[in-house]
């Protein structure tokens, strides 16, 4: 990613699955914003993100590929 990200530019990414946090920290000093998506399964995840300084949220997207493929 070293050469997509350019001084003043700004990205907006969604870490899907984002585990604790940790693509979202490794990302900290460069001009992104990063969204991390815990499954609603793992909620418990979402208390590890904010308590880094992470932005986060919980989605089942399971549900919604399911009702897809019904």
Do not use: C
């Not at 350019?6 to 940790?22: C, H, P, T, Y």
């Not at 590890?48 to 009702?67: K, P, Q, V």
């Amino acid at each position: 990613m070293k050469s997509e990200i350019q001084k003043d530019s700004f990205r907006n990414v969604m870490d899907m699955n984002a585990n604790l946090g940790g693509f979202a920290a490794s990302l900290r000093k460069k001009d992104v914003w990063v969204m991390n998506v815990v499954p609603s399964t793992e909620s418990g995840k979402l208390k590890i993100i904010y308590d880094r300084g992470l932005l986060g949220t919980i989605h089942n997207w399971y549900d919604m590929f399911a009702n897809l493929l019904s």
